[in-house]
């Protein structure tokens, strides 16, 4: 969901800065324009300061639960990161995530606290975007009670749904894909078939391969990509550079960021790594959505 804002009063400032030491988001200082123009700009936002002044601020901004970005509001002395807004659409995840500092998550959404995913949370874990949101009410609801089958239908075919089925459609998955020089096709594809395995993806949600520009003349990726039938992308040097992936690369001393991470999230339509970088003998995959 991107790096998050990170409003907060000045005499919050070792807070905030901690916070975006761990997230790598940008502190903004506070006054209600700033946080204005923060939930325009934002996918999230954390707020150092009390509930109560951070729902003020949010109340007159609130659009629709698809388009507002999550806010958590997180106490200045570090104790409790609180969801109060997109909770299903990034809030849980981001407030648990905090937990790994010490932070302790107060999660309020009916499905988890029941101990349930939300159509959202499996929708998002699938690598999948909800067409029919207005389902997800009496989805959700009906979760709290019984566990729901996740049906994978594939066609071609024609399905027709009621109000209480959500219909989920993946995403163009961009796979990222980094190898050792001389690599051979078949140790490719057997990294590309583990990788998308681990997200229960399959090779048709796939929408193309990419990988660094160095690695433009490595036969063994593009002979992987030729039997896959997909089309493998090469991303410049600048644009991997622009970049800065999670995890720690070999390339650094090519003078690059990274291969897999970059490239895949470079080409990717959310910047969103559902698979960091794995290492499978001579290859490393990362996936992107």
């Not at 970005?69 to 995840?93: K, R, T």
């Not at 160095?214 to 593009?222: A, D, M, R, S, V």
Request: glycine content about 8%; hydrophobic content about 45%.
């Amino acid at each position: 969901m991107g790096e998050p804002a990170i409003i907060t009063f000045s005499r919050n400032l070792a807070a905030a800065e901690k916070l975006r030491d761990f997230t790598g988001g940008e502190i903004v200082a506070y006054t209600k324009e700033a946080f204005k123009q923060a939930f325009e700009k934002y996918n999230s936002i954390i707020a150092v300061m009390a509930t109560g002044i951070a729902v003020r601020n949010i109340a007159p901004l609130l659009r629709d639960k698809w388009k507002d970005p999550a806010v958590v509001v997180v106490d200045s002395g570090l104790n409790f990161a609180i969801p109060v807004l997109g909770g299903h659409h990034g809030g849980n995840e981001l407030a648990k995530k905090l937990e790994s500092i010490g932070i302790i998550p107060v999660i309020t959404t009916a499905t988890e606290v029941m101990g349930k995913e939300s159509v959202e949370a499996i929708s998002d874990k699938l690598g999948c975007r909800i067409i029919n949101r207005e389902s997800t009410k009496k989805v959700n609801t009906a979760l709290l009670d019984t566990d729901i089958d996740v049906l994978n239908v594939k066609g071609p075919k024609i399905v027709i749904v009621g109000d209480e089925v959500s219909v989920l459609k993946r995403r163009g998955l961009i796979v990222g894909i980094g190898a050792n020089r001389g690599v051979s096709c078949g140790e490719v594809i057997e990294a590309i078939t583990g990788a998308l395995s681990e997200i229960n993806a399959g090779i048709d949600d796939v929408k193309c391969f990419a990988s660094a520009k160095i690695k433009e003349n490595e036969e063994g990726i593009i002979d992987a990509a030729a039997e896959f039938g997909k089309q493998i992308k090469f991303v410049p040097d600048e644009l991997i550079n622009s970049i800065k992936p999670p995890s720690h690369s070999k390339a650094k001393r090519l003078g690059l960021n990274g291969v897999c991470e970059p490239s895949a999230l470079a080409l990717s339509d959310e910047k969103k790594l559902l698979l960091k970088k794995r290492i499978y003998g001579n290859v490393t995959i990362a996936i992107a959505r």
